[in-house]
């Protein structure tokens, strides 16, 4: 599905109790498009409370700020669940990258 140009009839029967994505947030272009998305899917499944979890590898701080930005102008509401440093002493091997901080973003409509 390209994030940047869908329409929500396409999407208006996927219905879902979790919305999970990782390493999803580091083209600057597709954000408004990805924010969009998770705003739509998650008041087509309001009556569900579903939430979205989004898992960030802090790459590019402006990724990941316009990202909140583009999540806060959708009128959703973002909180960190998790912000840490994995290592190989906690059975977390990453040989592609520098060890960076992953966080955990949960991602619902504002009430």
């Excluded at 739509?40 to 990941?64: F, V």
């Excluded at 840490?84 to 992953?102: A, G, K, Q």
């Excluded at 966080?103 to 619902?108: F, H, Q």
Aim: hydrophobic content about 40%; aromatic content about 8%.
């Amino acid at each position: 599905m390209d994030w940047t140009d869908f329409d929500r009839n396409e999407i208006q029967d996927l219905h879902a109790d979790v919305i999970m994505g990782s390493d999803i947030v580091y083209f600057m272009d597709i954000l408004p498009g990805l924010a969009r998305l998770l705003r739509n899917l998650l008041e087509i499944n309001m009556h569900h409370g579903t939430k979205a979890y989004i898992s960030c590898t802090q790459r590019r701080e402006q990724s990941i700020d316009t990202f909140l930005q583009c999540i806060k102008n959708e009128g959703l509401h973002y909180e960190v669940l998790l912000r840490r440093v994995f290592s190989p002493s906690d059975c977390v091997m990453i040989t592609h990258e520098p060890l960076h901080s992953i966080t955990i973003y949960k991602i619902s409509l504002e009430s």
